[in-house]
């Protein structure tokens, strides 16, 4: 079975913002870990695993598929943030960004009625549902927290296992 150049073309862009996504995630876990937040840091740590294993799971798809693989380069990630909420924001950012891409390969798929494709891709599409309300909700925990106030948020996440 194949799948379109189109489709292969922007599965392989995706690939590029998943591996990115794993360096970016990683680093702001280094950034929690330096501030002594280890309870968020864990959780970023285990999110960079996640966009890791999920460009991996894109990639076997195209293998399968017959598609050819090219993952594309990867622009270096952020590496230092102003505050706690910053990065927590721009984490909630991607995650709607990566919905809104994840929407568009679904588009692709629907529009050249590749149905194997559309199987594929709606976990991801369900995937993003989870990872923009997680995002969200420790937004709005940081927020509510305030800078000054972030082993709250430890706490939290204590409670959250």
């Known amino acids: 079975m194949l799948i379109s150049k189109e489709l292969t073309a922007a599965i392989n862009e995706e690939i590029g913002r998943e591996f990115f996504a794993s360096h970016q995630y990683t680093n702001i876990a280094c950034y929690f870990e330096s501030l002594a937040l280890r309870k968020l840091a864990a959780l970023f740590m285990k999110q960079g695993d996640e966009e890791r294993a999920h460009a991996l799971k894109f990639i076997k798809y195209l293998n399968e598929v017959d598609a050819k693989v090219e993952i594309p380069a990867v622009p270096a990630p952020q590496a230092t943030f102003k505050s706690v909420e910053e990065a927590m924001q ?12 994840c929407n568009a390969l679904m588009a692709i798929a629907v529009d050249q009625k590749d ?4 199987d594929f891709l ?3 599409i ?4 989870e990872e923009e309300a997680t995002m969200g909700n420790l937004l709005q925990v940081v927020k509510a927290a ?6 709250m948020v430890e706490a939290y996440l204590v409670h959250q296992d």
């Open 122 to 124: 709606r976990w991801f």
């Open 146 to 151: 305030g800078e000054r106030n972030l082993i």
């Open 90 to 101: 721009k984490s909630l950012d991607w995650e709607r960004e990566v919905t809104r891409n």
């Open 126 to 129: 369900t995937e993003q549902v």
């Open 115 to 118: 149905y194997a494709s559309q």
